[in-house]
């Protein structure tokens, strides 16, 4: 268990190895639940951003687009058994 010590002002710091667990950053939020035994669950909050963010995420260094045609050409070959 790790024990923490509680500031004057109320304030708590959480180990990195906790932060890292929650898979955390400086700024980023967390939420805390009361559970009905007494105890607090804590979960880092969802990040809300733009689906454009997504955008061009399996692009590799040095690779062109590809165009719909082509797109549907390698995956009628991959259906196809063929490599």
């Known amino acids: 268990m790790n024990a923490v010590t509680i500031t ?3 304030q708590i710091t ?3 190895e906790l932060l890292r667990h929650l898979g955390v950053h400086p700024g980023d ?3 805390l639940e ?3 035994d007494g105890r607090i669950a804590i979960r880092p909050m969802m990040k809300a951003g733009k689906i454009s963010e997504v ?3 399996l692009k590799r260094d040095g690779q062109k687009p590809l165009s ?3 797109m549907n ?3 009628a070959k991959g259906w ?3 490599r």
């Open 73 to 75: 050409e390698i995956i």
């Open 14 to 16: 959480l180990r990195k």
């Open 34 to 36: 009361k559970l009905p």
């Open 29 to 31: 939020k967390i939420s």
């Open 68 to 70: 719909i045609d082509e």
């Open 8 to 10: 004057t002002k109320g």
């Open 80 to 82: 196809a058994g063929e």
């Open 55 to 57: 955008f061009g995420m």
